[in-house]
């Protein structure tokens, strides 16, 4: 788990996050009129956690089932080259995205890059009427022109902060941390089942 020394706040608890993601799934509809044509994407490792709950938010509030997919970008990442994951996980969309409007799901937008590259697989998938991006943190720090459609919560954080999701499917918690960046580590998603 994360080691508390470097925890500098706790921003959004469990219940935080459920209401942040209720008020989203609600935005979603609002925007689209309805979910007869919404396909719901998120990029692994834990956007696609928050797709599948937003995915349930929007069946209890429609009573539809929306398309849920999951998006790697492993290999579209601009740093491709010097960023060494651990795994490559599998990219997961049965349905065709052709003229759907498709929301794009992450945990943390941070610069941007991770958006880009989630763009870039999207499209060599199919071609969407709309991408819309929601995002459950949005700590600002972009370094390309990307902005999220829907927001759970604007965390201004500095540079030498990570802004992390914990859930606990994965983490055994569900909270999101802004915790000190260790000296010569780099701001990220923190790893499946914590530190």
């Not at 700590?139 to 500095?158: C, E, F, M, T």
């Not at 802004?163 to 802004?178: A, H, N, P, Q, Y």
């Given at each position: 788990?994360?080691?508390?020394?470097?925890?500098?706040?706790?921003?959004?608890?469990?219940?935080?996050?459920?209401?942040?993601?209720?008020?989203?799934?609600?935005?979603?509809?609002?925007?689209?009129?309805?979910?007869?044509?919404?396909?719901?994407?998120?990029?692994v490792t834990r956007g696609d956690l928050l797709a599948k709950r937003l995915t349930d938010k929007i069946s209890e509030i429609e009573g539809v089932k929306v398309p849920l997919g999951r998006l790697d970008i492993s290999f579209y990442r601009d740093d491709f080259a010097t960023?060494?994951?651990?795994?490559?996980?599998?990219?997961?969309?049965?349905?065709?995205?052709?003229?759907?409007?498709?929301?794009?799901?992450?945990?943390?937008?941070?610069?941007?890059?991770?958006?880009?590259?989630?763009?870039?697989?999207?499209?060599?998938?199919?071609?969407?009427?709309?991408?819309?991006?929601?995002?459950?943190?949005?700590?600002?720090?972009?370094?390309?022109?990307?902005?999220?459609?829907?927001?759970?919560?604007?965390?201004?954080?500095?540079?030498?902060?990570?802004?992390?999701?914990?859930?606990?499917?994965?983490?055994?918690?569900?909270?999101?941390?802004?915790?000190?960046?260790?000296?010569?580590?780099?701001?990220?998603?923190?790893?499946?089942?914590?530190?």
């Amino acid at each position: 788990m994360t080691d508390s020394v470097n925890v500098k706040s706790i921003v959004m608890d469990a219940e935080g996050i459920e209401r942040s993601l209720t008020r989203i799934a609600h935005q979603i509809l609002e925007k689209n009129k309805g979910a007869d044509n919404v396909a719901i994407v998120g990029i692994v490792t834990r956007g696609d956690l928050l797709a599948k709950r937003l995915t349930d938010k929007i069946s209890e509030i429609e009573g539809v089932k929306v398309p849920l997919g999951r998006l790697d970008i492993s290999f579209y990442r601009d740093d491709f080259a010097t960023y060494v994951s651990p795994e490559v996980l599998s990219t997961d969309i049965m349905f065709d995205i052709d003229g759907r409007d498709v929301v794009l799901v992450d945990d943390v937008l941070y610069t941007g890059r991770t958006i880009r590259a989630a763009l870039d697989a999207l499209m060599d998938i199919g071609r969407p009427e709309t991408v819309q991006l929601a995002v459950l943190i949005d700590r600002g720090h972009r370094q390309l022109p990307i902005r999220a459609d829907y927001v759970g919560k604007n965390v201004p954080s500095a540079k030498d902060e990570n802004v992390r999701l914990f859930l606990e499917e994965t983490d055994g918690k569900s909270e999101v941390e802004i915790l000190s960046i260790e000296d010569g580590k780099r701001a990220g998603s923190a790893p499946l089942g914590g530190e």
